[in-house]
């Protein structure tokens, strides 16, 4: 049994190092065809290969075909292991550098003996790289960059990272009954994007401790033990810290205390163990202070001026309505249309727009005229069969001259439009924020995707100025988009208040590229709520006929009503 996602990696994986070893390149061609074959198909791929039908799929070639059958079946793959053969494990790293193909990582390893990014860091140090030929002193600079960003990510973990590492703790902790209760504190309670560690508050009577000390010695190594504080650096993927409590009010102070940023506590005035009680709201209004969300305890809460936007989110996963902005195989998604619609309407979503990449994002398979027809088309009919309210969006590019991917008679076909810059990162500040606010200010424009550009852990924003693009989604009645994919979780939570402050609405999406994609949405409510942003607020949280007002607040759309 393998998963789809598997198979994608390993033949990439397979391309990648026929290509470091300078195979012949039509082998290398069809491995990266036979990659991306698998990423579209739409069965599942252990059924294909029980069946053997996977041999006729074009594409799939005898070799190929063999691959995928030993990996599904053994969950390994001799050709990889073959073509890893008397390479340091090490090397695997440098193909995490952008800009260091499988090619150029092949001069380094042959010519220079570069086996690691240690090793290519300190040849960078060296100026070694400036005599390999296709290397120069820009791209010494850039790999450099590359190499400290990778270093400082190293003790970072995404959002849905982190929650598996503390799902692990969870499971060990509900198994022992000598734990009274316990809670995530720290970054976990606080909502962050990435992770630095674990945090847990634990109520144990005080003549148990020992026990506890005990069985949790059996399942993990417990590296520091100073008094009521346990550390361990090698339980999960994350440092992880404990505190060990054995009153309600103690449990209580230490989760207030361990919540907030250290600039929240000191600028609401918190000093230790002064205000005990056994609720947080208590704990505030002793110090005459509003209640705070824990979510929101962070420094960025005192820059809001508006009262109003301080108190907590409503917001909850059951309140989003639309399922908007999500991919599929017509362009670069990995399900069709309506698999996509089926799973969501299972999960509660009331109605849907789907937001294929437009024709300029060739890479993602963007729509050309035609196949947007096409897949009007299916729309219509699934629409006609199922009483669907199934929109059609796209996710348009926002070319660098801040035009959006279609001409206006195009565009005005389409019942929703969500714009995205995909490209030409490296403009400078000014331009990049007069391109990003001209796509604002087009009428078709509905919600700004993925505002920022960043991708967590893996490249900085772009350059643009975001209070000047707020302004414009603020005077323009577009709605900013949370991406709820833990890689972007973009609008960052920081500027939501801003945002929020000159009457911005939002649309949480999960991008989902997949069934499995669709549940990702979580994360941008977590991110949402950091920000205290309310159900109002959101379009997805519109009821259908809202909803459609919304779409045509500045431009006619064709729109069905369900009714
Ligand atoms: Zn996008
Ligand atoms: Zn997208």
């Not at 990014?117 to 850039?142: M, R, W, Y």
């Not at 709605?479 to 920081?494: G, K, Q, Y």
């Amino acid at each position: 049994m393998a998963e789809k996602k598997e198979i994608v990696n390993l033949l990439d994986e397979i391309a990648d190092f026929l290509e470091f070893r300078s195979e012949n390149p039509f082998k290398i061609s069809a491995f990266r065809n036979g990659s991306n074959t698998i990423r579209k198909l739409n069965d599942d791929i252990n059924e294909l290969v029980n069946s053997g039908e996977l041999k006729k799929v074009k594409g799939i070639g005898k070799g190929i075909y063999a691959v995928i059958e030993e990996y599904c079946s053994h969950g390994f793959s001799t050709a990889l292991d073959e073509l890893k053969k008397d390479i340091p494990d090490s090397l695997a790293e440098l193909f995490q550098i952008r800009g260091l193909g499988p090619k150029k990582i092949s001069l380094l390893f042959n010519q220079e003996k570069i086996k690691s990014i240690d090793d290519l860091k300190t040849a960078c140090n060296e100026n070694k790289l400036l005599s390999v030929k296709g290397f120069g002193e820009k791209i010494q600079q850039k790999i450099l960059e590359e190499i400290g960003q990778i270093e400082e990510n190293r003790n970072y973990l995404l959002i849905h990272f982190a929650e598996r590492e503390s799902g692990k703790i969870k499971i060990l902790f509900d198994e022992l009954p000598v734990i009274k209760k316990y809670e995530f504190t720290g970054e976990i309670r606080r909502t962050k994007e990435v992770y630095s560690s674990l945090e847990v508050v634990i109520l144990v009577e005080s003549d148990k401790v020992d026990e506890l000390l005990s069985s949790l010695k059996e399942k993990i190594a417990l590296d520091v033990i100073s008094g009521e504080i346990l550390k361990s650096d090698t339980a999960v993927k994350l440092p992880l810290t404990i505190y060990l409590v054995h009153s309600e009010n103690d449990f209580t102070a230490r989760l207030f205390e361990t919540t907030g940023s250290e600039e929240f506590l000191t600028k609401l005035g918190y000093a230790s163990n002064k205000f005990r009680s056994d609720n947080e709201e208590e704990i505030f209004s002793k110090m005459n202070a509003q209640f705070t969300a824990p979510e929101m305890r962070e420094k960025d809460f005192f820059s809001i001026s508006n009262k109003e936007l301080q108190i907590p989110s409503d917001l909850t996963n059951e309140q989003l309505k639309g399922f908007l902005h999500f991919h599929t195989t017509y362009s670069d998604g990995l399900n069709s249309v309506e698999e996509m619609v089926s799973s969501a309407i299972k999960l509660g979503y009331d109605y849907f727009a789907v937001c294929d990449h437009s024709k300029t994002a060739a890479y993602a398979n963007g729509l050309s005229e035609h196949r947007i027809l096409k897949q009007r088309g299916e729309i219509v009919d699934i629409n006609s069969r199922t009483r669907w309210r199934l929109l059609q969006g796209i996710e348009s590019d926002i070319l660098t001259n801040g035009e959006l991917d279609y001409p206006e008679e195009v565009l005005q076909e389409f019942q929703f439009v969500v714009a995205s810059v995909h490209s030409n990162f490296s403009l400078s500040e000014e331009e990049m924020t007069r391109r990003i606010v001209k796509a604002i200010e087009n009428p078709f424009t509905d919600v700004l995707g993925h505002p920022t550009g960043r991708l967590l852990l893996h490249r900085a924003p772009y350059k643009h100025n975001i209070k000047k693009i707020i302004d414009a989604c603020s005077r323009n009645q577009v709605a900013l988009e949370i991406n709820a994919h833990p890689n972007r979780l973009d609008l960052d939570w920081r500027n939501i208040f801003y945002a929020r402050e000159q009457g911005c609405l939002f649309s949480i999406n999960a991008d989902a590229h997949s069934l499995d994609n669709i549940l990702l949405t979580k994360y941008g409510v977590a991110i949402a709520r950091k920000g205290g942003i309310q159900t109002k607020e959101v379009i997805n949280c519109f009821d259908y006929k809202t909803f459609v007002k919304f779409l045509n607040r500045k431009v006619t759309r064709k729109v069905e009503r369900y009714e």
